[in-house]
């Protein structure tokens, strides 16, 4: 088999276990805070939503530096680092005593991590440029898989186990997607001369990375899409209460409604990913978002929770066509040996969007209503279409297209 096949297929794996052990623990962040002491339960709203929003934050702050080191010190560095750095933190914080000690651990956390923009740059520099819009598909299926299951099996494990063994058992999870990589992974990375390619501080970075218009429009694109993905999320679940007629299974409604959208993005991704390589990762990105506007829109004028179901399914088979096909951009404008820095800035954007996206979307639907925010996320959605026509649907060459 060809080395980047390997290299995909296991990280296929890592993204799964490292995101299924992210999210396992979500089902359960508010009871274990119960445990944790906390009794009122606006305080435990509050508690849990600084929590949730700690990892994104430094996440944010943090990605450039990791991805000018990945540059200098290769990918695979970085990629072994965020992982076993991470296993480390999620099993401390299973021996959490108060939620402060929760909040610092998950600070912690997205400060180091970088599994996800550590094994795209290395598949994107590993991959045949005919096949970088597959390869992209296929590891967003993963992390989209380990996504929908991961809430599921933490929810159901902690029933057996309590809360605190999640913990230990998702630290678990992603040390064996790290020594998988560490054992099976390889990378052509020639130290010497990479570092030499581009020698920048992460602002010297930014600022190269800048003067290529495309990249600067990539990672708006990717705010302004997270935000639209995400405004309406959390309040999903309200939603199918006011749509619901059978109030014993709205926990169920509502987990299927939010589980609809991962399903068909999980299989989706690979098949546009290959459309992309066909096509244009361009054309294949102004399409999906055309989809998703298509799909965001009915959402507010839906009667039952049946039509909900089959808006979101539609809608997360073109989300299976955005992230990809960003991803896919990224390589294909960045400057040689620049390319981890430019998927950690993607990274800080992605989690830009989803910081502000749940805060956004609460804030408004105060104004206008869960429905509202269904058009404010096809407005943004449209915005981001006339946005990548006018930044990427013209002929440029890219930046780099005679080193890569």
């Given at each position: 088999m060809e080395r980047?096949?390997?290299?995909?297929?296991?990280?296929?794996?890592?993204?799964?276990?490292?995101?299924?052990?992210?999210?396992?623990?979500?089902?359960?962040?508010?009871?274990?805070?119960?445990?944790?002491?906390?009794?009122?339960?606006?305080?435990i709203t509050l508690w849990a939503g600084i929590i949730f929003a700690g990892?994104?934050?430094?996440?944010?702050?943090?990605?450039?530096?990791?991805?000018?080191?990945?540059?200098?010190?290769?990918?695979?560095?970085?990629?072994?680092?965020?992982?076993?750095?991470?296993?480390?933190?999620?099993?401390?914080?299973?021996?959490?005593?108060?939620?402060?000690?929760?909040?610092?651990?998950?600070?912690?956390?997205?400060?180091?991590?970088?599994f996800?923009?550590?094994?795209?740059?290395?598949?994107?520099?590993?991959?045949?440029?005919?096949?970088?819009?597959?390869?992209?598909?296929?590891?967003?299926?993963?992390?989209?898989?380990?996504?929908?299951?991961?809430?599921?099996?933490?929810?159901?494990?902690?029933?057996?186990?309590?809360y605190r063994p999640i913990f230990y058992i998702t630290g678990a999870l992603i040390f064996a997607a790290s020594l998988l990589a560490m054992a099976l992974v390889k990378e052509d990375f020639q130290r010497k001369t990479e570092a030499q390619e581009a020698p920048l501080s992460?602002?010297?970075?930014?600022?190269?990375?800048?003067r290529i218009p495309q990249l600067p429009a990539l990672f708006t694109v990717t705010v302004l899409l997270q935000f639209s993905m995400l405004s309406s999320m959390p309040l999903v679940p309200l939603f199918v209460q006011e749509l619901s007629h059978d109030p014993s299974n709205i926990a169920l409604y509502?987990?299927?409604?939010?589980?609809?959208?991962?399903?068909?993005?999980?299989?989706?991704?690979?098949?546009?990913?290959?459309?992309?390589?066909?096509?244009?990762?361009?054309?294949?990105?102004?399409?999906?978002?055309?989809?998703?506007?298509?799909?965001?829109?009915?959402?507010?004028?839906?009667?039952?929770?049946?039509?909900?179901?089959?808006?979101?399914?539609?809608?997360?088979?073109?989300?299976?066509?955005?992230?990809?096909?960003?991803n896919a951009l990224i390589g294909k404008y960045t400057p040689k040996g620049m390319d981890s820095r430019a998927y950690s800035f993607n990274t800080s954007a992605l989690s830009l969007g989803n910081m502000i996206g749940p805060v956004g979307g609460g804030l408004l639907a105060g104004f206008m209503g869960i429905r509202g925010i269904f058009i404010v996320s096809a407005v943004l959605l449209v915005l981001n279409v006339l946005w990548v026509r006018s930044t990427l649907l013209k002929k440029s060459t890219p930046h780099h297209a005679s080193s890569k």
């Open positions: 980047w096949k390997i290299n995909l297929a296991v990280l296929w794996i890592g993204q799964f276990l490292v995101m299924g052990g992210m999210t396992m623990i979500i089902p359960f962040l508010p009871l274990y805070l119960q445990e944790l002491g906390l009794k009122d339960p606006d305080e990892n994104f934050v430094t996440s944010f702050l943090f990605q450039p530096l990791w991805g000018k080191l990945a540059d200098k010190y290769g990918r695979k560095m970085m990629l072994l680092r965020s992982g076993f750095g991470m296993a480390a933190v999620m099993a401390t914080m299973g021996l959490a005593m108060v939620p402060w000690h929760l909040l610092v651990l998950r600070l912690i956390n997205g400060t180091i991590s970088g996800n923009p550590a094994a795209v740059s290395l598949m994107a520099a590993s991959t045949p440029k005919e096949h970088r819009g597959f390869v992209m598909g296929i590891l967003q299926s993963g992390s989209v898989a380990g996504t929908i299951f991961g809430p599921l099996l933490g929810g159901l494990v902690a029933n057996e186990v309590g992460v602002f010297g970075g930014w600022q190269e990375l800048k509502a987990g299927l409604v939010g589980s609809m959208s991962g399903f068909s993005n999980l299989f989706a991704s690979p098949l546009l990913g290959r459309i992309s390589d066909r096509l244009g990762a361009e054309k294949v990105l102004v399409l999906s978002l055309i989809g998703a506007v298509l799909c965001f829109i009915p959402q507010a004028f839906v009667t039952t929770v049946w039509q909900l179901m089959a808006a979101r399914f539609l809608l997360g088979v073109c989300m299976g066509g955005m992230l990809p096909s960003i």
